[in-house]
């Protein structure tokens, strides 16, 4: 199954992409990518610490309807912590007004869904 061919543009590929992101040093990807673990964990170990867990369910389920705006909140809530500005846990209502003070900072984007009934030959009119 394995074709000569095929390994040989995968082999190119891979060159090119390694090319693209900064070389192809394997041990330079590799600490790269256990310098982000490490941070994830830092991250984590600190949210779990600074959030009850009501507070940890909101945020997950923020982070599932919104993952931007679910990182925003995480990382605004690290960086309380860091600067001592939260003490002890935060309940699931002081989490609900952090994510509202942070909505009315935010510009809100509007988005329209547009639905054409007649390109969509959807008319329920022909159904009789």
């Given at each position: 199954m394995?074709?000569?061919e095929l390994e040989k543009i995968?082999?190119?590929?891979?060159?090119?992409?390694?090319?693209?992101?900064g070389g192809g040093d394997p041990n330079q990807a590799?600490?790269?990518?256990?310098r982000?673990?490490?941070?994830?964990?830092?991250?984590?170990?600190?949210l779990t610490q600074a959030?009850?867990?009501?507070?940890r369910a909101r945020l997950?389920?923020?982070?599932?309807?919104?993952?931007?705006?679910?990182?925003?909140?995480?990382?605004?809530?690290?960086r309380m912590v860091?600067?001592?500005?939260?003490?002890?846990?935060?309940s699931e209502q002081e989490l609900i007004?952090?994510?509202e003070s942070l909505n009315q900072q935010m510009p809100k984007s509007s988005s329209t869904v547009k639905f054409d009934r007649r390109r969509a030959a959807l008319d329920s009119d022909d159904d009789l």
């Open positions: 394995a074709d000569p995968r082999q190119q590929r891979l060159a090119q992409l390694q090319a693209q992101h590799k600490a790269q990518e256990e982000m673990q490490a941070m994830e964990e830092a991250k984590h170990s600190i959030l009850s867990q009501d507070a997950n389920i923020i982070k599932l309807g919104r993952p931007e705006k679910g990182a925003m909140v995480e990382n605004m809530i690290c860091q600067m001592g500005q939260i003490r002890g846990k935060i007004q952090l994510v």
